[in-house]
C-alpha cells in the first residue's frame, strides 16, 4: 500500500498567492471591465536588461552550431558566471568568498525551500513574525516544523515577532534554536538590520552552533550606508551562515530564474555521532544529485548584468522601482496611513485603517478601488492588521493607485 507524506496534508491546502489569485480571479469574472492595478505579488513589469537579451541571442545562436554547441553544464554553475558573481557582489565589497562555494540555481526560493534537505528533521527552527511562507511550509513538509493550531502556529518553531513595538528588528529567542532564517532587506515588511544589529545574530550562531539561513534577495534596492548588503561583511559569518541571492528582482529574471547560493567551506554542522561535516560537501552532494544545472543561455544573461552596460541597464530597473516605492510610500503617508519599509526595499508595509483585519481591507481594497495587495496574516501572525505594497508595476499604476486611495 502506498502512502503520502502526512505531513503535506498539516499544511495549508491553498498557497498565500494562490488564494491571492483565486480572489481576484473571481473578483474579475464578476466585474470584467474592472481595471484591476496589481501591487501584491512580487512580480517585475519591466523587461530585462538589453545586455542579458543580446547575452541569450548570443548564447543560443551557439547551440545551432556543433562546435560551439553546450550540453550538459556543470551543476554548481558555469565558471564564467561564478567568477562574475564573485568579482562584482563580493570581491568588490571587500569579502573573499571561493568560486567552488558559488551555486548556481533556477531561483532564491527554490534554494530556501531546498535547503532543509541537508538538515536533520530534529533540529529547532527559527523563523521571524511575519514571514516568506516558504520557509514555514517547506519545513511543516519535512516534519521539522511539528503540529499547526488553528491560526497555523507550528509547535516546533520558534515565531521572532517583528513588530513597530520593537522597530521590526527580532530578539534573540529566548530558547536554543539550531536553523534561523532572516531575510533583509525584509519581505514582507520592506525593514532592514543595520550591521550592529546583524552582528548580534551572527554572535549567538556562534556561541550556539546555530546557522543562519540568510535570504538577501532583495540587497540591490538598499540605500543607506550602514545596512549589509551580505552577512559576509558581519565578521565572521561565513562559519557561520549561508547566503541566497537571486537576479529575479535585481534584473527582471523572474520568469527566466536565475539565482545563487553562498557556502562557505567553513560552515559546519554535527553528524548524529557528534562529527563535524562541512555543510558545502552536503549541498554539492543534493545539488549535483536533484539538479541538473540551471541553462546555459540563462547564465549568460546572468553574467551579463556585470558588464559595464548590463551594470548600467540593472541600474535604471532598480532606481524605477525604488521611485515607484518612494510614490507608494509618500501616496500612503498623506492618505493617512501608517507606513514601514520602502526606503531601502521594494516593498511597503501599510497598516489597516480603522482595525480592519488584513484579508478583510484585502478585500475591500480589491472590491472598491480594483486595487490588489497581499494580505499581512498571511505570513504569520505579526502580519495581522497590515497589507503589502509592491513597487514592481508600472510607473502610471503606480500613480493611479495612490489617486485612487486618496479619493
Not at 483565486?22 to 512580480?43: L, S
Not at 525551500?113 to 527552527?125: A, E, K, L, Q, Y
Not at 549567538?204 to 538598499?222: P, R
Not at 493617512?336 to 485603517?353: D, L, M, Q
Request: glycine share 8%.
Amino acid at each position: 500500500m502506498a502512502q503520502i507524506n502526512d505531513n503535506f496534508i498539516k499544511i495549508p491546502a491553498t498557497y498565500l498567492f494562490s488564494e491571492i489569485a483565486k480572489r481576484v480571479a473571481q473578483h474579475k469574472e464578476a466585474y470584467p471591465e474592472a481595471k484591476i492595478i496589481r501591487m501584491g505579488i512580487g512580480d517585475v513589469s519591466l523587461p530585462l536588461p538589453d545586455a542579458s537579451v543580446d547575452a541569450m541571442i548570443k548564447a543560443a545562436e551557439e547551440q545551432r552550431h556543433a562546435e560551439t554547441f553546450r550540453g550538459y553544464g556543470p551543476e554548481q554553475g558555469y565558471e564564467f558566471l561564478r567568477n562574475a558573481i564573485i568579482e562584482n557582489d563580493y570581491k568588490a565589497r571587500g569579502l573573499n568568498i571561493a568560486a567552488d562555494e558559488i551555486f548556481v540555481s533556477d531561483g532564491a526560493k527554490s534554494d530556501t525551500g531546498n535547503i532543509g534537505d541537508i538538515f536533520s528533521v530534529n533540529n529547532r527552527v527559527a523563523v521571524t513574525d511575519p514571514v516568506y511562507p516558504v520557509y514555514v511550509d517547506t519545513n511543516a513538509m519535512a516534519g521539522r516544523a511539528g503540529e499547526p493550531n488553528e491560526q497555523n502556529v507550528w509547535s516546533n518553531l520558534v515565531y521572532l515577532p517583528c513588530n513597530a513595538e520593537n522597530n521590526f528588528v527580532p530578539e534573540l529567542p529566548k530558547e536554543k534554536v539550531d536553523l534561523i532564517y532572516l531575510c533583509y532587506p525584509n519581505n514582507p515588511t520592506g525593514t532592514t538590520l543595520t550591521k550592529d544589529e546583524l552582528r548580534i545574530w551572527v554572535d549567538y550562531a556562534k556561541e550556539n552552533n546555530s546557522i543562519i539561513l540568510f535570504d538577501a534577495a532583495y540587497e540591490a534596492f538598499i540605500t543607506e550606508e550602514n545596512v549589509p548588503h551580505s552577512i559576509y561583511e558581519i565578521e565572521g559569518a561565513d562559519e557561520v551562515a549561508l547566503e541566497f541571492r537571486s537576479f529575479s528582482k535585481t534584473a527582471g529574471f523572474t520568469g527566466t530564474r536565475c539565482a545563487y547560493t553562498v557556502v562557505p567551506k567553513k560552515v559546519t554542522a554535527f553528524s548524529e555521532n557528534g562529527d563535524k561535516i562541512q555543510l558545502n560537501r552536503l549541498w554539492n552532494r543534493r545539488h549535483s544529485t536533484k539538479f541538473n544545472g540551471t541553462s546555459y543561455v540563462v547564465q549568460r544573461a546572468a553574467e551579463a548584468i556585470y558588464s559595464p552596460e548590463g551594470k548600467k541597464q540593472v541600474k535604471a530597473l532598480i532606481d524605477f522601482y525604488t521611485e515607484n516605492a518612494r510614490i507608494i510610500r509618500e501616496g500612503l503617508e498623506k492618505a493617512g496611513y501608517t507606513v514601514f519599509g520602502g526606503k531601502n526595499s521594494p516593498y511597503i508595509w501599510a497598516k489597516s485603517p480603522d482595525g480592519m483585519g488584513s484579508w478583510e481591507y484585502f478585500d475591500y481594497l480589491l472590491k472598491e478601488k480594483n486595487i490588489v495587495t497581499t494580505p499581512g496574516a498571511g505570513f504569520g501572525r505579526s502580519g495581522e492588521g497590515f497589507v503589502r505594497f509592491s513597487a514592481f508595476g508600472s510607473r502610471e499604476a503606480t500613480i493611479e493607485a495612490m489617486e485612487r486611495l486618496r479619493k
